[in-house]
């Protein structure tokens, strides 16, 4: 059975385990219809268009 030679430093722990914790940023694109912000590949939700054209219907704003 494989045994470590050496201990692991808690730095380099930390560092090796520091990967699985990251956070990416989530990318949003301007709508081409309305401008507003919305998620890549997905219909719009401010206006329901996708790829030019009605993909969902979408609820009028009451003010």
């Known amino acids: 059975m ?3 030679k050496r201990k692991t ?5 930390d560092m090796r ?3 699985h914790d990251k956070v990416t940023p989530v990318q949003v694109v301007a ?3 309305c401008g ?8 719009c939700g401010a206006c329901g268009f ?3 054209r009605k993909a ?3 609820k009028a704003a009451t003010t």
């Open 2 to 4: 494989a045994v470590p």
């Open 9 to 13: 430093t808690p730095s380099k722990r």
């Open 17 to 19: 385990r520091a990967n």
């Open 31 to 33: 709508c081409a219809n």
């Open 36 to 43: 507003e912000a919305a998620l890549p590949h997905r219909a």
């Open 50 to 52: 996708y790829k030019g």
């Open 56 to 58: 969902k219907a979408v």
